[in-house]
Every structure is written in C-alpha cells, then in structure tokens.
C-alpha cells in the first residue's frame, strides 16, 4: 500500500510540474482538482468489489486424494 501511495504523490507532484513549466499557475489547479476527483471516483470504486465466493469443496476425487507412502 505505502508503494501506491508514493507513485501517486510522485505522479502529482510530476503533473504539477509540467503543468506550471508548459501553462500557467491556474493549470496546475485544475491539474489538481482532475486528480482529486479521479482518486476519490477510484477508491469509490473499489469500495464495490466484493470477495470471490468460495464454493463449498467437492468429496474427494480419485485424483485429489494422495496415497500412503
């Protein structure tokens, strides 16, 4: 988790670098309101993912089960 959040605080710091040397000061604003806003849609997002459901296991086939040694 700690590495996301450091490519996430590179890649703004990165945008807000290019968007000052290539626009103005109001780009970089906006820059930051466009992250902002795609950060919270993502972490919304992944509040939805639910686990796999973990069907109950089958008996035991002839494959599956080991012989004694």
């Known amino acids: 988790m700690e590495y996301a959040a ?3 605080i590179a890649f703004g710091a990165f945008a807000g670098g290019v ?3 290539n626009y ?3 780009a970089t604003v906006i ?4 992250l ?3 950060t919270v849609a993502v972490a919304w997002g992944t509040s939805l ?3 796999p ?3 109950e296991s089958s008996p035991a086939t ?3 089960v080991r012989e004694p040694a």
């Open 6 to 8: 450091n490519v996430g």
């Open 31 to 34: 820059i930051g309101l466009i």
């Open 36 to 38: 902002s806003l795609v």
């Open 53 to 55: 459901v973990v069907e």
């Open 19 to 21: 968007a000052i040397n």
């Open 62 to 64: 002839a494959q599956s």
């Open 24 to 26: 103005s000061v109001s």
């Open 49 to 51: 993912l639910k686990p």
